[in-house]
């Protein structure tokens, strides 16, 4: 299990001590992020462990995400490759709360919405889809029962089978280049 930094300690540190990992898609990162975080979505750690090993010997890493899930799963990732970090408690959403400034970035072409925004609106399309589909073919019903059940185990393990489907979405994954300059961030 993973520790946490509340978001006023981690506005408190100097920046040359920390480095602050943005796990969440491109397109939520651009949104609004911890001033001086870094994008290296959650799929993408493994590329770049060996260079997170070698800042993680420099700096304290803090990842974050939206809220705080994604972020404790990508701590416990590094974790088993055998580099310290700690979550931000509260994520963004905590880190906003409190009040600290956000900063956002040029969204790479259109604007991509929060991958929970994206998770809500396919599910409830599928649900909606099954119940049409159930009028006509009881066994269209089959469909919303299918998300009703993903929804329900996503919440009792907190891990979100959706988002990983919709995150290797085109829109959602960083271009090459934006790899190769995390990856020049992360040796400089």
């Given at each position: 299990?993973?520790?946490?930094?509340?978001?006023?300690?981690?506005?408190?540190?100097?920046?040359?001590?920390?480095?602050?990992?943005?796990?969440?898609?491109?397109?939520?990162?651009?949104?609004?992020?911890?001033?001086?975080?870094?994008?290296?979505?959650?799929?993408?750690?493994?590329?770049?462990?060996?260079?997170?090993?070698?800042?993680?010997?420099?700096?304290?890493?803090?990842?974050v995400c939206a809220a705080g899930q994604r972020?404790?799963?990508?701590?416990?990732?590094?974790?088993?490759?055998?580099?310290?970090?700690?979550?931000?408690?509260?994520?963004?959403?905590?880190?906003?709360?409190?009040?600290?400034?956000?900063?956002?970035?040029?969204?790479?072409?259109?604007?991509?919405?929060?991958?929970?925004?994206?998770?809500?609106?396919?599910?409830?399309?599928?649900?909606?889809?099954?119940?049409?589909?159930?009028?006509?073919?009881?066994?269209?019903?089959l469909v919303a029962a299918g998300v009703a059940?993903?929804?329900?185990?996503?919440?009792?393990?907190?891990?979100?089978?959706?988002?990983?489907?919709?995150?290797k979405l085109p829109f959602n994954r960083p271009?090459?280049?934006?790899?190769?300059?995390?990856?020049?961030?992360?040796?400089?």
């Amino acid at each position: 299990m993973s520790s946490t930094l509340a978001p006023a300690e981690l506005h408190a540190r100097p920046a040359d001590d920390t480095l602050v990992i943005d796990v969440r898609a491109p397109g939520e990162y651009a949104a609004g992020h911890v001033p001086g975080a870094l994008n290296i979505p959650s799929e993408h750690l493994d590329t770049l462990l060996p260079e997170l090993r070698a800042a993680a010997e420099k700096r304290r890493i803090v990842v974050v995400c939206a809220a705080g899930q994604r972020s404790a799963a990508a701590c416990d990732r590094l974790a088993e490759a055998g580099i310290e970090a700690v979550g931000l408690e509260g994520g963004t959403q905590g880190w906003s709360a409190d009040g600290l400034p956000v900063n956002t970035a040029p969204a790479q072409g259109r604007k991509v919405w929060a991958m929970d925004r994206q998770v809500r609106f396919a599910a409830g399309s599928l649900v909606l889809l099954g119940l049409a589909l159930g009028r006509r073919a009881p066994r269209g019903r089959l469909v919303a029962a299918g998300v009703a059940s993903g929804l329900v185990y996503s919440g009792l393990s907190n891990t979100c089978g959706m988002a990983v489907m919709l995150g290797k979405l085109p829109f959602n994954r960083p271009a090459p280049e934006a790899l190769d300059a995390a990856r020049a961030a992360l040796t400089a």
